[in-house]
Nanobody
Framework: QVQLVESGGGLVQAGGSLRLSCAASGRSISEYAMGWFRQAPGKEREFVAAGSWSGAGTYYVDSVKGRFTISRDYAKHTIYMQMDNLKPEDTAVYYC????????????????WGQGTQVTVSS
């Protein structure tokens, strides 16, 4: 079983920055691809960013490329997402996710989800 706990959300003005964290626990967590999704009010949950278990590959949805950066601290079993130049359309609940079979599985059907953390960007 894997548990994911997000933190770091909050309220920020447009153009500002936030860093989300996701602390993972569980057996063999270092072998999981991990990443982030978000769900805005009235919209479906969408993929945002992913990192492979090896750290060699990172993937982003086009709308955040160049603004968001995913990283991983294997010693702390934690992933981060640095979000810069935030826009009002980034407002959503952000969810951490993990997948045993890699980033393709992560983007379509993760094995585990966190509870989510709210990010609100004011204009």
């Amino acid at each position: 079983q894997v548990q994911l706990v997000e933190s770091g959300g909050g309220l920020v003005q447009a153009g500002g920055s936030l860093r989300l964290s996701c602390a993972a626990s569980g057996r063999s967590i270092s072998e999981y691809a991990m990443g982030w999704f978000r769900q805005a009010p009235g919209k479906e949950r969408e993929f945002v960013a992913a990192g492979s278990w090896s750290g060699a590959g990172t993937y982003y949805v086009d709308s955040v490329k160049g603004r968001f950066t995913i990283s991983r601290d294997y010693a702390k079993h934690t992933i981060y997402m640095q979000m810069d130049n935030l826009k009002p359309e980034d407002t959503a609940v952000y969810y951490c996710a993990a997948a045993r079979r890699g980033t393709i599985q992560l983007r379509t059907s993760p094995d585990y989800w966190g509870q989510g953390t709210q990010v609100t960007v004011s204009s």
